[in-house]
């Protein structure tokens, strides 16, 4: 089973930037891939960008050119640079991992990370 721990959420003005970390317990290169959701207040846990084994990346439209992610192979760690954040960007930030095993796949999460974009 894969743990995640996240950190690096807070507080920002709008406009400001953060950097999410996502460290896992286990060698990220074995994993098929890795990402960032959110989840706003009444709303649904939205995919923001993700990153596969071979380091093909893949965004939200809504933070496309704002938003990048990326990866330490060596820490086993997964960034999201956050950059020019709107408070819209308001959410619990979740890493995600899928790993694949037997054919089939599973998905792990980690416990979240709160995002506020003052206006």
Partial sequence: ?????????????????????????????????????????????????????????????SVKGRFTISRDNVKNTVFLQMNSLKPEDTAVYYCNAIEVLLSYEYNYWGQGTQVTVSS
Avoid: F, H
């Fill in 1 to 61: 089973q894969v743990q995640l721990v996240e950190s690096g959420g807070g507080l920002v003005q709008a406009g400001g930037s953060l950097r999410l970390s996502c460290a896992a317990s286990e060698s990220i290169l074995s994993l098929k891939a890795m990402g960032w959701y959110r989840q706003a207040p009444g709303k649904e846990r939205d995919l923001v960008a993700t990153i596969t084994r071979a380091g093909s990346t893949n965004y939200a439209d």
